[in-house]
């Protein structure tokens, strides 16, 4: 009984799971997912849909169309969100062939030569690096930052806007036992503070490059107990160090890469979290329930015997019986209600 029930158990959890859109890469991440009290997200991607649009281009030192297009340009060869959403605002085809010598530094931008110009965009990490004065923009949003020869050029506004989910998620997330969310961010203070502010997220963290995540998380790591989880969810662009440091790591399957992953979101929902959750607890109670009962009724079987009580029929159904009851109920892992 135990020795097909436990497996078949944890088999049908992640059976249930990918039935929801949860891909489980082992068993023993459900065990972890059932013991996790801390959830930290990345932002962008993650908690945000990462669609940025482009909300006004101010300072700029040459027409708003051709900064568009430098930074589109740059920008061409990155994944991260901020470029793609860069390249739709731009609009037109992109030759990659006018930009050379890019380089991508993870949390601050991107630097480029397009048509042999030097050109930099980015945050203000970036500008402070490459050593120009950018100047702040006094609108909510992610601010873009655009050097043109060594000489700053204007920045781009833009904004992204919160999954319809995500406030969702944070408040199922503490109806299910979460002690804490976080949030950590490598964008700027206000945008970090108004995002965990409509979400209701317990704390956050911005303006942190992709290494300081990994120490956040390690911090975070060292003040809980062995026996409480961390999760952290991101997007898999720029994070996967993070994603591998924590005890479970979940990534968004659709938009990231999720090679660092533990567990996968096939369709970037943040309410598959809780989904992820809830299937694991339920998969970890139907396993411990069958390691009892099949122990249980065996050493009450033993008993019956020892005292000349138990007969032929006992015996079997204390064995197959209690196999057969242990596998039915392993079943029930595959079935998690809907939220
Ligand atoms: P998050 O932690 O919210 O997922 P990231 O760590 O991916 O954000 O990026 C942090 C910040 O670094 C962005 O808000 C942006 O200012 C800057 N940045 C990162 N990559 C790029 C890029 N390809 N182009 C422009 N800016 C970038
Ligand atoms: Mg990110």
Known sequence: ALVISIPLGFFAGIGGASNAGVLVKGSNYLETLAQTKYVVFDKTGTLTKGVFEV????????????????????????????SRSLKTAYGKEIDQKRVTDVEEISGNGVTAKVD??????????????????????HQVGTVIHVAIDGAYAGHILISDVLKPTSKEAIVNLKKNGIKETVMLTGDIDKVAQQVAGELGVDRVYSELLPADKVSKVEELLAKKTEKEKLAFVGDGINDAPVLSRADIGIAMGALGSDEAADVVLMDDDPMKIVKAIRIAKKCMRIV????????????ICLLLGAVGIANMWVAIFADVGVMIIAVLNAIRTLFVKKL
């Open 55 to 82: 909300v006004g281009v101010h300072h700029n030192t040459m027409e708003e169309k051709k900064i568009l297009e430098y930074a589109a340009l740059a920008e061409s060869f990155s994944s991260h969100p901020i």
């Open 116 to 137: 042999g110009t030097s050109v930099a965009v980015g945050n203000t990490k970036l500008m402070k690096r490459i050593g120009v004065e950018a100047v702040e923009c």
């Open 288 to 299: 411990y329930e069958n390691i009892y009962f099949a122990i249980g009724i065996k050493v």
